[in-house]
């Protein structure tokens, strides 16, 4: 079994040979944002996830005009085919995917193994960072078929009763169970409740890769999800904590394994924890 959408994930070494092309933009999303400073793949342009794509005031993102404008500010038109990478195994690389493919842009490639497969095969890093002529690009139109709202994960949860829907949890076992609100390493912080929303199936994103980062093959990633009981005749939304993590899953399960209903629900647990009303369950998967 062949990845549905193969041309979306393209190698270190394609990404080596094909990095000066000029039709080409190559985008680094870290979670440190300080981190490509310290170097990154030649002609790589950084992208900070809150500060580029975060609406400064209001939690929301910035709107098609203003990523237009972030577009080509970097280079990139309509027709510029993006590449992405970066730490954490590519949780951030894949959110700006999801969200430039949410606000309709086509042209879309993900590093497959991020900054850390880059690294650790000696790959040429630079500390230069790059200008390129300003780009024209006309905004997108968003697709609400990529993105669930907290309202309409309430009504989803009537489609995981009746087999319809499946909703996939990919945060860590403890943060599932309630024991945390946030990755085990990190500061237990943002939410004032733990848990689970119910009906969801535990499904860490972790599970999805190898110990390089890259991803595991087709095979192993239909057995993964099916033995929850995600499969591609559901409507499937995916969460974490802030979307981050689940924006990776939402790449394994729309681009690898070609499910035709998926949404990433950004809000996450951050939102339904803090949420007055919401459901939640707690225990294990």
Known sequence: MEYAHPEVLVSTDWVLEHHTDPSLRILEVNEDILLYDTGHIPGAQKID???????PVIREFIQPE????????????????????????????????????YNGHPNLKLMN???????????????????????????????????????EVLAHLEKVKAGKGALVDVRSPAEFSGEKTHMPEYPQEGVLRGGHIPGAQSIPWATTVNPDGTFKSADVLKEIYELKG????KEVIAYCRIAERSSHSWFVLKYLLGFPQVKNYDGSWTEWGNSVGVPIEKGGA
């Open 49 to 55: 996830w809150q500060g580029d794509l975060w609406d």
């Open 66 to 101: 203003e990523l237009a404008r972030l577009f080509e500010r970097l280079g990139i038109s309509n027709d510029t085919t993006i590449v992405l990478y970066g730490d954490k195994n590519n949780w951030w690389a894949a959110y700006a995917f999801w969200f430039f493919s």
């Open 113 to 151: 193994g991020g900054r850390i497969k880059w690294t650790q095969e000696n790959k040429p890093l630079t500390t230069a960072v790059p200008h390129y002529p300003q780009g024209r690009y006309t905004p997108g139109k968003r697709d609400p078929n990529l993105r669930a709202f907290k309202d």
């Open 230 to 233: 995600v499969t591609p005749d």
